[in-house]
């Protein structure tokens, strides 16, 4: 008995859908590597052979499996897994917002969530593809089809704006690791939806009033940096693989009782403890807020609002603004579908 639970406590099989793309490969890299991961299942629509085998002779913890579509693969992919990380869709080019995605990468998510729902219920799920702000509401509404939502087991994956805030400020703070500061942001995952509180940041900075403006806009607008710079060939997908890893490491670690680890994260407010509140305060029922992970996922979100400065108030009233328009398309995809013909 004890060994059983002990064993339960080791183990973390881990699946990522989407795995031989931009994103998908390197954080593969990162998970195979990983000396918490035991299992690690690949799943995509195209070349995941090749991508297993190439990451299959790294001498590492974690057995490693590839799946296509063809004989049940996403079954076989899903089924005993406990964390599934979700980078499959499409990425933008120039000249397109997130929202742009939606057309593709949402019927893509509706289709691996229901796969979720079917061959491992109880897993947590890490959203990357975009549009968050509207992909997570989606998974939401198919896990509750399906009679098997939990709340706490749903993340929509926002560590990139994180770790953008704890880069671009480093002049700032000072940090000879800019990863040694905390800034919580919040809200969505787009543009003005993105809301950086600079002034909850520990330990505290101070910003000079006229970078204050600039530096909002680099952390709201930095997925646009690269999308530019990329010209074209897609958009941040190593700096991405290394944020999705950060949460997916955290999210690991606390299901297997490290405590006091704290990320802000896309959730559904009202399903998780101390949500609520912030969905009163807000509004919105799906928000990033920080919130405290444990054995069974979100065991609380921490509600940061009160107190922050009025200039972060003014960027939260735009924020809700867009992203309820965001949360309400992703849910009536699944509650109303619009009719293909
Ligand atoms: N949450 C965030 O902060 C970020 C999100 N993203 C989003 O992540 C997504 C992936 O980006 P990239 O890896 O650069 O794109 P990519 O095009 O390089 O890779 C996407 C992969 O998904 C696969 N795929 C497509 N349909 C699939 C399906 N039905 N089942 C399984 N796999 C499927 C493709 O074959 C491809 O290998 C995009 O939607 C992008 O906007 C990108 C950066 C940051
Ligand atoms: O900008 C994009 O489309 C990809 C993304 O979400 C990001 O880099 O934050």
Redesign the pocket.
């Known amino acids: 008995m004890v060994k059983a639970d002990l064993q339960e406590l080791t183990r973390s099989p881990t699946a990522v859908?989407?795995?031989?793309?931009?994103?998908?490969q390197p954080l593969s890299l990162l998970l195979k590597a990983c000396p918490l991961v035991d299992e690690l299942a690949l799943?995509?629509?195209?070349?995941t052979p090749g991508v297993t085998a190439d990451l299959s002779h790294i001498s590492s913890v974690a057995k490693i499996s590839g799946y296509l579509?063809k004989d049940d693969g996403l079954k076989h992919a899903l089924t005993g897994t406990d964390i599934v990380v979700i980078?499959?869709?499409?990425?933008?080019k120039p000249g397109m917002t997130?929202d742009d995605?939606f057309k593709i990468?949402a019927g893509?998510v509706r289709?691996?969530v229901e796969g979720i729902a079917k061959h491992c219920p109880k897993a947590f799920v890490l959203i990357?593809?975009?549009p968050?702000n509207s992909t997570v509401p989606i998974a939401a509404e198919v896990l509750k089809a399906a009679g098997v939502f939990d709340a706490k087991r749903l993340f929509?994956?926002?560590?990139?704006?994180v770790v953008r805030a704890e880069t671009f400020t480093q002049k700032y703070t000072g940090q000879k690791n800019p990863a040694h500061t905390k800034i919580p942001v919040i809200g969505g995952?787009s543009g003005e939806t993105i809301v950086p509180i600079f002034s909850k940041a520990s330990p505290s900075f101070t910003i000079p009033d006229d970078k204050y403006d600039d530096l909002i806009k680099r952390v709201q607008f930095g997925?646009d940096e690269v999308v530019q710079a990329k010209d074209g060939a897609?958009?941040?997908?190593l700096s991405?693989a290394y944020?999705g890893y950060r949460f997916a490491e955290s999210v690991i670690k606390a299901a297997k009782g490290e405590k006091g680890i704290i990320e802000p994260t896309f959730i559904y407010l009202p399903g998780v403890v101390g949500g609520e509140e912030i969905a009163e305060a807000t509004g919105v029922q799906f928000f990033s807020t920080p919130v405290e992970l444990g054995p069974n996922g979100a065991e609380k979100a921490i509600n940061i609002l009160d107190g922050i400065t009025d200039k972060e108030s003014r960027l939260l009233e735009a924020c809700k603004a867009g992203l309820q328009g965001n949360i309400l398309k992703g849910v009536d995809f699944i509650k109303s579908p619009v009719p293909t013909k």
């Open positions: 859908l989407g795995a031989s793309g931009g994103i998908g799943y995509d629509v195209v070349n579509p980078p499959a869709g499409i990425p933008r997130r995605l990468n893509i289709d691996l990357i593809s975009n968050v929509g994956v926002t560590t990139l704006d995952h997925g897609g958009s941040a997908t991405m944020a």
